[in-house]
């Protein structure tokens, strides 16, 4: 048997193609197109697929003999392969004929969906192994032992994709733990290295990388590597915009500054990705733009971009196209699924900074959960907290930063901004390394509002509480600020701490000054300016 045909099943795939066939309309669902040219091994079912899909994608909603034939016309390469002649028992018939004729006669729509399963399964069996991978321990194409065969061909059919892709990342990760576990344990007297340690901060500050909000550095002390923050708001308060706001600013170089009508040098362009559970692409493409310019999104939405604006906007795009800037859309996920993403683009795009939107409950962790805790039932605040301790675990062994958001209980209106708000599970903010509950300004406090405007501040309608700050003073405090969620820009005005009685604060301006190699704790050099704010 030729080595690409291991772990292929023909029978398979001819079921999965005589279904297309049958009920073309299948091409509509999802899973079809996630059909890729390395789920065909045999080249007959491979153009059969080809043909297929394209009729359909050009409004064939029935597959005839005349209309193949037509499609093959005009295509040499396509054309000879089809019209190749084989010989069935004592008959010689043109392969492409003879192929389309079985699909015809034997295609059942009912058998698309274990055919695709079933499919996908050996494509990830086969992929894997022609990376070196041994899966034998899961399915033995070349075992003699029938029994063998037939318990594990048992467990391919009664097990999900999604869970067989699981428990294979789950046997590797195994030996790797195993062979990395003393490296990760690491024992010291108190003194050793801290007279170095001492003067590395002297050198570079223990600062991470600069928010778009220069009094949130002064708090949080940047993006810092090996961290996990979480910000946490009501539906509609703007999560979702201020953390893309932050995303954007780590990966852009410049930015225009409509005040001064002219490109700045925003200094950063560090590698990043947000992973988005409910935005499509567009909507994350055009926030981006509405931050990057200043041009309101509605007004680029409505198209309503006048000369100028139209050529920032596209001067954006320019220097987007050089950006380390990336967006992976999962709209339903599991923590497998979301390490494996963090992970790939960590080795492959070196991305050191990403913002998860966001902390939630979906259909697939649920599986995962219920898969690795054999079926007991667990609460929302347990599967929360096992999401949380795993993106935290994820920025400890990486060294990168991420943010992650949750939405609150019905109770931020009135109550006290800290982790008893968070929605779900408030055990979360064991975890954090930054915690921020954030909300547009409500009805009471607008009395405070009042008499910071009398004592001379500036109007905030948006509020930050941190009630968590590890490595630094400034738990318990409120920074209040004005948000423009048009274009998704937030500026701090000042801070007060819990009481609303303002702070004197030096606001940090966090100024990149050269970006670390990749070694083993990925720490980057920054310099610390210090302004006064003015109280």
């Given at each position: 048997?030729?080595?690409?045909?291991?772990?292929?099943?023909?029978?398979?795939?001819?079921?999965l193609?005589?279904?297309?066939?049958?009920?073309?309309?299948?091409?509509?669902?999802?899973?079809?197109?996630a059909?890729?040219?390395?789920?065909f091994?045999?080249t007959?079912q491979?153009?059969?697929?080809?043909?297929?899909?394209?009729l359909?994608?050009?409004?064939?909603?029935?597959?005839?003999?005349?209309?193949?034939k037509?499609?093959?016309?005009?295509?040499?390469?396509?054309?000879?392969?089809?019209?190749?002649?084989?010989?069935?028992?004592?008959?010689?018939?043109?392969?492409?004929?003879?192929?389309?004729?079985?699909?015809?006669?034997?295609?059942?729509?009912?058998?698309?969906?274990?055919?695709?399963?079933?499919?996908?399964?050996?494509?990830?069996?086969?992929?894997l192994?022609?990376?070196?991978?041994?899966?034998?321990?899961?399915?033995?194409?070349?075992?003699?032992?029938?029994?063998?065969?037939?318990?594990?061909?048992?467990?391919?059919?009664?097990?999900?994709?999604?869970?067989?892709?699981?428990?294979i990342?789950?046997?590797?990760?195994?030996?790797?733990?195993?062979?990395?576990?003393?490296a990760?344990?690491?024992?010291?007297?108190?003194?050793?290295?801290?007279?170095?340690?001492?003067?590395?901060?002297?050198?570079a500050?223990?600062?991470?990388?600069?928010?778009?909000?220069?009094?949130?550095?002064?708090?949080?002390?940047?993006?810092?590597?090996?961290?996990?923050?979480?910000?946490?708001?009501p539906?509609?308060?703007?999560?979702?915009?201020?953390?893309m706001?932050?995303?954007?600013?780590?990966?852009?170089?410049?930015?225009?500054?409509?005040?001064?009508?002219?490109?700045e040098?925003?200094?950063?362009?560090?590698?990043?990705?947000?992973?988005?559970?409910?935005?499509?692409?567009?909507?994350?493409?055009?926030?981006?733009?509405?931050?990057?310019?200043?041009?309101?999104?509605?007004?680029?939405?409505?198209?309503r971009?006048?000369?100028?604006?139209?050529r920032i906007?596209?001067?954006?795009?320019?220097?987007?196209?050089?950006?380390?800037?990336y967006?992976?859309?999962?709209?339903?996920?599991?923590?497998?699924?979301?390490?494996?993403t963090?992970?790939?683009?960590?080795?492959?795009?070196?991305?050191?900074?990403?913002?998860?939107?966001y902390?939630?409950?979906?259909?697939?962790?649920?599986?995962?959960?219920?898969?690795?805790?054999?079926?007991?039932?667990?609460?929302?605040?347990?599967?929360?907290?096992?999401?949380?301790?795993?993106?935290?675990?994820?920025?400890?062994?990486?060294?990168?930063?991420?943010?992650?958001?949750?939405?609150?209980?019905?109770?931020?209106?009135e109550?006290?901004?800290?982790?008893?708000?968070?929605?779900?599970?408030?055990?979360?903010?064991?975890?954090?390394?930054?915690?921020?509950?954030?909300?547009?300004?409500?009805?009471?406090d607008?009395?405070?509002?009042?008499?910071?405007?009398?004592?001379?501040?500036?109007?905030?309608?948006?509020?930050m509480?941190?009630?968590?700050?590890?490595?630094?003073?400034?738990?318990?405090?409120?920074?209040?600020?004005?948000?423009?969620?048009?274009?998704?820009?937030?500026?701090?005005?000042?801070?007060?701490?819990?009481?609303?009685?303002?702070?004197?604060?030096?606001?940090?301006?966090?100024?990149?000054?050269?970006?670390?190699?990749?070694?083993?704790?990925?720490?980057?050099n920054?310099?610390?300016?210090?302004?006064?704010?003015?109280?």
């Open positions: 048997m030729a080595e690409n045909n291991r772990y292929y099943r023909r029978d398979m795939v001819n079921m193609l005589g279904a297309l066939y049958d009920r073309p309309t299948l091409f509509d669902r999802p899973d079809t197109q059909l890729t040219e390395n789920d091994s045999d007959m491979k153009i059969a697929y080809s043909i297929m899909y394209n359909y994608s050009i409004g064939h909603s029935t597959f005839s003999d005349g209309a193949i037509a499609y093959i016309q005009g295509r040499p390469q396509l054309s000879n392969f089809f019209n190749s002649e084989i010989k069935i028992e004592d008959h010689t018939v043109k392969q492409g004929e003879f192929f389309f004729g079985r699909l015809a006669e034997t295609g059942d729509a009912e058998a698309f969906e274990p055919a695709f399963n079933m499919t996908k399964k050996m494509t990830l069996l086969r992929t192994e022609q990376h070196g991978v041994n899966v034998k321990q899961f399915y033995d194409w070349d075992t003699p032992n029938r029994d063998l065969l037939q318990s594990q061909q048992e467990w391919l059919d009664n097990t999900s994709l999604s869970d067989i892709a699981s428990e990342s789950d046997s590797i990760q195994v030996l790797i733990d195993g062979a990395t576990s003393n990760r344990t690491k024992s010291i007297q108190v003194a050793e290295g801290l007279e170095d340690l001492l003067s590395s901060f002297k050198e500050p223990d600062y991470g990388s600069p928010s778009p909000i220069q009094l949130m550095d002064t708090i949080t002390r940047g993006n810092r590597l090996g961290k996990f923050y979480l910000f946490s708001a539906t509609g308060a703007g999560k979702t915009r201020i953390m706001s932050m995303a954007v600013n780590s990966a852009i170089d410049k930015r225009y500054n409509q005040k001064k009508q002219q490109w040098d925003n200094g950063n362009k560090i590698p990043t990705l947000l992973i988005s559970t409910e935005l499509d692409e567009t909507e994350c493409q055009t926030m981006v733009l509405a931050f990057m310019t200043g041009i309101q999104e509605e007004k680029i939405l409505d198209g971009f006048d000369a100028d604006e139209e906007l596209k001067e954006a795009i320019k220097i987007l196209e050089g950006t380390p800037l967006f992976e859309i999962i709209t339903d996920f599991g923590i497998t699924e979301i390490e494996a963090m992970r790939k683009y960590y080795r492959e795009n070196d991305v050191e900074q990403f913002y998860f939107d902390i939630h409950v979906s259909m697939k962790l649920l599986q995962e959960i219920s898969s690795i805790s054999n079926g007991t039932k667990l609460r929302e605040d347990q599967i929360l907290f096992m999401l949380a301790t795993k993106l935290k675990d994820i920025a400890n062994t990486l060294g990168v930063f991420i943010m992650s958001g949750t939405q609150l209980n019905g109770d931020w209106q109550g006290e901004l800290n982790q008893n708000l968070l929605r779900g599970s408030k055990a979360i903010s064991d975890r954090l390394d930054i915690g921020i509950v954030a909300t547009r300004v409500r009805p009471i607008e009395p405070f509002v009042d008499q910071f405007v009398s004592a001379g501040y500036m109007k905030p309608n948006y509020i509480s941190f009630y968590k700050v590890r490595r630094g003073k400034y738990a318990g405090t409120k920074l209040w600020c004005h948000v423009d969620l048009g274009t998704c820009t937030c500026q701090g005005l000042f801070l007060t701490d819990s009481n609303n009685i303002p702070i004197g604060v030096d606001a940090k301006t966090i100024k990149v000054k050269k970006k670390a190699e990749k070694v083993a704790e990925r720490r980057n920054f310099t610390v300016d210090s302004l006064k704010s003015g109280f």
